[in-house]
Structures are given as structure tokens and as C-alpha cells.
């Protein structure tokens, strides 16, 4: 099956900078590739997606890149907010098959 | 907006009994999901259901486990005897899209097993 790895596990950045989190996944069928923001007591809320043939996706100050030749793929917030304070997850999606999350970032925006 | 909506929010059960956790997928979704979370774990697939019939489930779905829809609306998680280690935040969640893409989650109902 596919494994999906994510780092770092947390990160604290000061209002207005950038955050930056990382996945790796191991199957290079898998094809979509979507990111979940957690907050506390509540479900994951998904954010921002990105198809594997796509490179790059912007929504406002949330971007996804994805290489498929190195299999990792990055979300990257700008801005921040302490709003943006959250638990993230990714996720891999093999098509017909299930998805597979990272084991999540826990941001926290520093006001 | 339409969301997933689960029942109850937490659930303590002793272990051994039978536990039912309630979803209410998006209306117009045709796949749903059952997912959980262990405390401070990653999310962990269980089951997707489209068509009246499971279409996948994971090693941790097992014989105790099954999933039901047993009108237009509501979507259920059944655990006939639980363990300890079902102790868990279950997660249901809905797609409207083939192949179950964008798919939208509840808030999770808190199952404790005692």
C-alpha cells in the first residue's frame, strides 16, 4: 500500500511569515493529493487539492506544489494568520483505492 | 452550506457491547467513509460504501465492523463488540465525485470503551 510521510510533526512561525510543510508518498500510481486542516474537536476540513497532473495550485494564500518525480508534494501558507493555527494533514489518493494520511503538523501562528 | 453531520458527539460504551455511530452524509453525495483517529494519531481509512455495497476496506475493518445504509439519508457505523483499543475519535465523511475525490468530512463522534 502506499506510505505517506510528513514533516514537521510541528511548527511555530511568527504572524505574517510563511509556513512550509512537506509529504512524501511511496506509490507513484497514486494521483491526487489533497491537504486537511484539523481544529481542535473538529473534523478535517479539506483546504486545498492538487491532481498528479498538476504542478503548482494557488487559493488566495494557500499553494500546493507537487513533484511526481520525487513524489513529495508541499503546502506552503503565506501570510499567516493566528487563525491559520491548526493541526495539517495530507493525504495520498490512489484511484480505486483509499486514501492515506501523513501524521499531521500541528501549526501554531505566534501573534 | 451543506455539511456531514455525525451522532452522538461522544459515546462511552463498556467493552463488549455494540455501538452504533450515525452519520448524515451531504445530500447529493453518492460515496461515503468511515475513518478514525487514535488520540494524537493520523487519520486511518476503515471503509467507502457507494451503490449500496462496500467498494473498500482496510485491514482494520474487520468481521466486528460494518457499515449500513439503511434509508435516503442516514449512513451507519456498526462495532459489535468492543475492544479497548476501539477507543477513538471515528470520522464519517462524503463524496459527490467518481472515485471519491474532495471528499468532506463530519466532526466525528468520541467513542470511549471502558
Known amino acids: 500500500g502506499e506510505n505517506v510521510e510528513q514533516h514537521p510533526s510541528t511548527l511555530s512561525v511568527q504572524e505574517g511569515d510563511s509556513a512550509v510543510i512537506k509529504c512524501t508518498y511511496s506509490?507513484?500510481?497514486?494521483?491526487?493529493f489533497p491537504w486537511y486542516k484539523q481544529e481542535l474537536g473538529k473534523g478535517p476540513q479539506l483546504i486545498i487539492d492538487?491532481?498528479?497532473?498538476?504542478g503548482e495550485k494557488k487559493d488566495q494564500r494557500i499553494a500546493v506544489t507537487l513533484n511526481k518525480t520525487a513524489k513529495h508534494f508541499s503546502l506552503h501558507i503565506t501570510e499567516t494568520q493566528p487563525e491559520d493555527s491548526a493541526v495539517y494533514f495530507c493525504?495520498?489518493?490512489?484511484?480505486?483505492?483509499?486514501?492515506?494520511f501523513g501524521t499531521g503538523t500541528s501549526l501554531t501562528v505566534i501573534p | 452550506e451543506p455539511e456531514v453531520t455525525q451522532t452522538p458527539s461522544h459515546q462511552v460504551t463498556q467493552m463488549g457491547q455494540e455501538v452504533i455511530l450515525r452519520c448524515v452524509p451531504i445530500?447529493?453525495?453518492?460515496?461515503f467513509y468511515w475513518y478514525r483517529q487514535i488520540l494524537g494519531q493520523k487519520v486511518e481509512f476503515l471503509v467507502s460504501?457507494?451503490?449500496?455495497?462496500?467498494?473498500?476496506k482496510s485491514e482494520i475493518f474487520d468481521d466486528q465492523f460494518s457499515v449500513e445504509r439503511p434509508d435516503g439519508s442516514n449512513f451507519t457505523l456498526k462495532i459489535r463488540s468492543t475492544k479497548l483499543e476501539d477507543s477513538a475519535m471515528y470520522f464519517c465523511?462524503?463524496?459527490?465525485?467518481?472515485?471519491?475525490?474532495?471528499?468532506?468530512f463530519g466532526p466525528g463522534t468520541r467513542l470511549t470503551v471502558t
Open positions: 460504501f457507494y451503490n449500496n455495497e462496500i467498494s473498500e
Open positions: 506509490d507513484s500510481a497514486s494521483n491526487y
Open positions: 445530500s447529493n453525495h453518492l460515496y
Open positions: 493525504a495520498a489518493f490512489l484511484l480505486g483505492n483509499q486514501f492515506y
Open positions: 465523511a462524503s463524496s459527490g465525485l467518481a472515485g471519491g475525490l474532495e471528499q468532506y
Open positions: 492538487i491532481r498528479s497532473n498538476v
